[in-house]
């Protein structure tokens, strides 16, 4: 193939390439990451009667993850509140050690033995429902059992729902970036999140944007009863989203904030760690569509690799200047809307010209994630479930 050949091809994807991204920087609310919220001590909260609060937390298997992240539950100033522990089938001790520390506390802290879902739900769903069903609060918390709390994180986190007039508030949690694949993966999960449904749209009445992020949700009863509670999304795989949008149809308000209140403690060391908690909702997220898989596999290897492609190109002899500063410019702007989120984790602000690299990862991780479907598997908390041929999915 002649070098004007391989010029005109590298310049016809270019030119997209740099189109899209051009249209991501003018458009600063899916990048910028302004919405974050931070639990404070305010004593001058004027909230009058503060609304009884249950904390469901569905755990399997999680031995390892409770005694960093119970004492943070327990040390909570919240008074009218109790926790409800759901031990979803573990085999490792959970629920021993759950109802040993709580022992051991004054708050009131119940553990439940989950039992396997019905037809039609997911395996966690069905571990909060049935925490749902035993609590008694005007106000649910849903976390998860790897997330810690910074002190009070419940009291501002209700302040926050009450005066904003919310009937669901959420938080992203700050992941855990320590090792390699983490630090190249974590933040780009969270950049291409924020792409998809910019926080700043999720808060916004008039925006059909909504989205949650599972490990930190305070909803209120009243609100989750409306939509018919956990039963109206039973068989959802990305189940936060389900739930954001299913509150913001009915027409209550919805926020989602970055957070460092929140933390999860789960590892990501290896890359099969962010591997698999990738390709567990990716294809969902695509609504199981193989035309839209790969209408998505081919775009984003367009968005990411043509302007690598351009500027290798230049090096080789075999683009023109011209397709080579395209390159040049779109990369620079991949990593100008890539930024903040760096900021926002602290890590090195070179790591924003890797995007492309981290974008080609994704792209391996959403083919496997169809792959999963295609062979009927899927992994929650170490549980590997099948498809099965009525089409819902069970343990």
């Not at 919240?78 to 709580?102: F, L, P």
């Not at 106000?139 to 997330?147: Q, Y």
């Amino acid at each position: 193939m002649s070098s004007a050949m391989v010029n005109l091809i590298l310049l016809s994807v270019c030119i997209p390439s740099a189109i899209i991204w051009l249209i991501i920087l003018l458009l600063p609310v899916r990048w910028r990451m302004s919405e974050r919220w931070e639990a404070i001590n305010d004593p001058h909260t004027s909230i009058s009667g503060w609304p009884s609060l249950s904390v469901i937390v569905p755990a399997r298997n999680e031995r390892a993850s409770l005694p960093l992240t119970l004492p943070s539950w327990l040390e909570q100033d919240y008074h009218a509140s109790e926790i409800v522990i759901i031990d979803d089938q573990s085999n490792d001790g959970t629920a021993k050690y759950a109802s040993d520390s709580a022992a051991r506390s004054n708050r009131m802290v119940r553990i439940l033995d989950g039992s396997t879902p019905p037809p039609g739900w997911t395996g966690k769903l069905w571990a909060l429902e049935q925490g749902v069903r035993s609590s008694s609060g005007e106000w649910l918390l849903f976390t998860d059992a790897d997330i810690l709390h910074r002190p009070n994180l419940w009291r501002g986190l209700m302040a926050k729902a009450l005066t904003e007039q919310r009937a669901m508030v959420s938080l992203m949690a700050l992941l855990d970036t320590t090792g390699i694949w983490a630090r190249l993966l974590i933040p780009a999960f969270v950049y291409f999140f924020h792409l998809l449904y910019p926080f700043g749209k999720v808060k916004d009445p008039h925006s059909s944007i909504s989205a949650a992020a599972g490990g930190c949700i305070l909803i209120s009863r009243h609100a989750l009863d409306k939509i018919g509670g956990i039963a109206g999304y039973c068989n959802a795989w990305i189940d936060d989203i389900a739930l954001a949008k299913q509150i913001k149809r009915a027409g209550f308000s919805v926020s989602l904030a970055l957070t460092r209140s929140a933390i999860s403690i789960r590892p990501y060391r290896q890359l099969q760690d962010v591997w698999r908690m990738v390709a567990r909702t990716a294809f969902s997220q695509l609504r199981r569509s193989w035309l839209s898989l790969m209408g998505t596999v081919l775009g984003l290897t367009v968005i990411f690799l043509a302007p690598v492609g351009g500027i290798f190109g230049f090096f080789t002899g075999a683009v023109s200047s011209w397709t080579a500063i395209l390159s040049c410019v779109t990369l620079l702007i991949m990593a100008a809307t890539y930024t903040p989120t760096l900021r926002f984790f602290n890590l090195g602000l070179y790591r924003a010209f890797i995007l492309p690299f981290t974008g080609a990862l994704y792209v391996a991780m959403t083919i496997s994630s169809a792959i999963n479907h295609l062979l009927g598997q899927y992994e929650w908390r170490g549980a590997r479930t099948e498809t099965v041929t009525n089409g819902h999915d069970k343990k």
